[in-house]
């Protein structure tokens, strides 16, 4: 009686835990079919931001050199082929292009694939022509270039494709390969199962036999630890997503998140991406050999990659194609035709998540004023920028091979010199190039943005402006004072200004002083002015940051970035109007839908005749003053205008300029702020020089307010002249404002009528 209730109780216990076991599985069966359902359901991908360069617009008219286009075209990675038939080649002939563009999806609608004729007279595109219809063409784009994205912490890069989207060999060549039973299994495989636990039992390790569908969810659920309860876990995974989803939405799922290659610190998924980066052209275009080359890659994309390791890739490629041929998915034909075919890989360097870093941490500042963080890193947003990539190449290759050439030269350690650009187009204030350091790739310290260095005589503008907004009291012909000067404020020791020749040069013209960057004349004129009346001109120029009210803030004493002097100089090459830097022209949703535009935002802030003389006096400074050598890279035809600044110590180098097209700004110095032995017009003038030498920019004529008038000034003396003086220059004025006074060497001046009167009665 004893045993049978012991047998009754041991029954007992092992039903209720049986019941138990039961209702936990299901609980955890119930909790995993949630989280199926919940993530599969939902967004599944976290889609990074792409970001485009501005696409080259093709039109009658256009100033656009044979060269510069074949440049543009590189660059894009079209090809040149002998009878341009495909999208994204050319063929060049002379002054005539042939052109098979690529499609693609812009802001203002979508741009099919056009063949284009283009014919150039010198340095102007003179007639487009659609190849097939032989009509003009007032307008076409090239592809933009994609320059990066903003992409998802772990850095996951994928393009999302549809089922009908991919090639019937890629999907026949993942049956023949990784799960030949795909359409008949309810998610696992039985055999296969069986038959990894049989090898694991053995000690060969925990093994797979994995259908697709469990790949899918060992790569979109799980982590990627090799266990028994993980295994466990996928199996019933894969067998509620089989209940709940078609085979053709899981085969759609797996092809858009299956790991396929790294680049750099970008992972590629999906093989939408992979078509692009292994062979330059969307997945519904490869052959048969690229497709078996792709699924050749799902088992171990570093152990097989085409590009490091192509003997295994050819070798694993050709044995996709035998089991495609085995399980009769190709003919013998197509299986000989493809094993002879080369690994068709396109040969260039991975280029990481951006091309341009620095460009691209600009975009995402100013894309955070207008959405969240999360969005930017996971909406698959085309954003399109102002970068304009030949004015980029131009300002990295001046840069860097600069440097090296003033390290030598100034005897400092070699990589020591550190630099940063900013290119501006002077009307719209779209940002063209931003170089932000010596490591154009280098994704960290972005110098253009961020480094805060003192400017020194970049400020200088501010105070002659400020002047010149006071015609009833200064002009360019003002006599300005040179001489020793001690500045005595309460609290605070004596300032006593240098000039940088060390010697002091007594009456100056105003336009002088400031073309020669003169010191101590500038200093005491904005002293006379009122230090926090510079200050707001700065402030009314563009620059956001508080400047200290203190006098040596007139020399530079203050530290900005080059991005806050391109604003304020930006500000003066538009003519006085306030145009707010910006690097992004259009956003748009991952499916082309546009989202917000960028429009061209101006404030006049400075009225038009002191805009004018200001930029007179600066044509003055490259003319004839600290920047004079500039003619040894640019015609002095050009007419550029621009103002040099050194700093204390010479740690400091900068050049701020600007053209009839472009602002640039140069800054040169070390990150540990040691001397650089350097001055504005000794190093970042060279680097400034060198990369407009290789834009072909346009010459700088403002155009004359109607209150401007051209009067003959006698330098010395500041006051009128006539031919009769041999110094004489022409100067603008502010009409009424130019001197009534005529100079001692003009005929019609007093002192030289009487001694005239004198000749003529002793004659």
Not at 702 to 730: F, K, M, Y
């Amino acid at each position: 009686m004893l045993d049978k209730f012991r047998e009754f109780a041991t029954r007992r216990r092992l039903r209720l835990s049986l019941l138990l076991l039961a209702l936990l599985l299901s609980g955890y069966t119930l909790y995993l079919d949630h989280t199926v359902r919940a993530q599969f359901e939902g967004k599944r991908w976290a889609l990074p931001a792409r970001v485009y360069a501005r696409p080259l617009e093709l039109y009658p008219g256009v100033k656009l050199s044979p060269a510069q286009l074949t440049t543009e075209l590189a660059m894009l990675d079209y090809r040149d082929a002998g009878e341009p038939q495909d999208s994204g080649s050319y063929r060049r002939q002379n002054d005539e292009f042939t052109i098979v563009t690529r499609p693609f999806v812009f802001w203002d609608g979508a741009q099919p694939v056009l063949s284009l004729r283009a014919d150039f007279d010198g340095d102007r595109l003179s007639k487009l022509t659609d190849i097939k219809n032989d009509k003009p063409v007032t307008l076409a784009r090239l592809d933009p270039l994609l320059i990066g994205g903003i992409y998802p912490a772990h850095n996951e890069d994928r393009v999302l494709v549809r089922l009908s989207e991919i090639p019937p060999n890629l999907i026949n060549g993942l049956l023949a390969v990784e799960d030949r039973k795909f359409y008949s299994h309810h998610g696992i495989d039985p055999r296969g199962i069986a038959r990894a636990l049989f090898t694991t039992l053995r000690g060969g390790g925990v093994q797979g036999g994995s259908t697709l569908t469990q790949q899918l969810v060992k790569n979109f659920f799980l982590t990627p630890a090799r266990t028994l309860r993980r295994k466990f876990t996928e199996m019933i995974m894969a067998l509620l997503l089989e209940m709940h989803y078609s085979k053709g939405e899981i085969l759609e799922a797996y092809a858009n998140e299956i790991y396929l290659g790294q680049d750099g610190n970008r992972a590629i998924h999906g093989f939408g991406l992979a078509s692009h980066f292994y062979f330059d052209q969307p997945l519904s275009r490869i052959d048969l050999p690229q497709a078996a080359l792709l699924v050749g890659l799902v088992r171990g994309p570093s152990f097989y990659d085409p590009r490091h390791h192509p003997k295994r890739a050819l070798a694993r490629r050709n044995l996709v194609l035998q089991e495609m041929l085995d399980q009769h998915f190709i003919t013998p034909a197509q299986f000989t035709a493809a094993r002879s075919a080369s690994l068709g890989v396109v040969e260039k360097a991975p280029k990481g998540t951006s091309l341009y870093p620095a460009f691209v941490e600009l975009v995402h500042r100013q894309l955070r004023r207008d959405y969240h963080e999360e969005d930017l890193r996971s909406d698959g947003l085309q954003i399109f920028t102002t970068l304009d990539p030949p004015v980029q190449l131009a300002a990295e290759r001046a840069l860097t091979s600069r440097l090296t050439q003033l390290e030598k030269a100034r005897h400092v350690p070699p990589h020591a010199l550190e630099g940063a650009i900013v290119v501006t187009n002077t009307q719209s204030g779209e940002v063209q190039a931003l170089v932000g350091g010596r490591d154009t790739r280098y994704e960290g310290f972005n110098r253009a943005l961020d480094a805060q260095r003192s400017i020194g005589s970049l400020i200088k503008p501010a105070i002659y402006l400020t002047a010149l907004e006071q015609p009833e009291s200064y002009t360019l012909a003002t006599l300005l004072d040179d001489s020793p000067l001690v500045w005595r404020a309460q609290g605070a020791n004596d300032w006593t200004p240098r000039n940088y020749d060390l010697k002091f040069h007594g009456q100056v013209p105003l336009r002088t002083a400031l073309a020669e960057s003169y010191n101590v004349s500038s200093a005491r004129l904005g002293l006379s002015l009122g230090v926090q009346n510079v200050i707001d001109t700065v402030h009314r120029l563009g620059v956001d940051r508080d400047l200290a009210p203190y006098a040596s803030s007139l020399l530079g004493a203050d530290s900005l970035s080059p991005m806050d002097v391109a604003q304020m100089y930006e500000t003066l090459a538009s003519g006085g109007f306030h145009v707010p830097l910006r690097a992004i022209r259009e956003v748009m949703t991952a499916d082309g839908q546009p989202l917000q535009h960028f429009p061209l935002s101006i404030k006049q802030v400075v009225e038009p005749a002191p805009a004018y003389l200001i930029t007179s006096a600066l044509q003055e400074v490259v003319r004839e003053g600290t920047a004079s050598g500039m003619s040894n890279y640019l015609s002095t035809d050009l007419h550029i205008a621009g103002k040099t600044g050194t700093t204390n110590d010479l740690r400091d180098s900068w050049f701020a300029g600007y053209t009839g097209d472009r602002l640039g700004v140069v800054w040169i110095g070390r990150d540990d702020n040691q001397p650089i032995n350097m001055t504005g017009a000794g190093g970042a003038m060279t680097v400034w020089g060198a990369m407009m030498a290789r834009l072909d920019p346009e010459p700088l004529v403002p155009p004359v307010p109607g209150n401007i008038e051209q009067v003959s000034i006698d330098p010395a003396t500041g006051l009128r002249a006539d031919d009769n003086c041999p110094s004489a220059v022409s100067l603008p004025f502010i009409r009424g404002s130019a001197p009534t006074a005529t100079a001692p060497c003009a005929a019609s001046s007093p002192g030289r009528s009487i001694k005239n009167w004198f000749q003529r009665l002793f004659e």
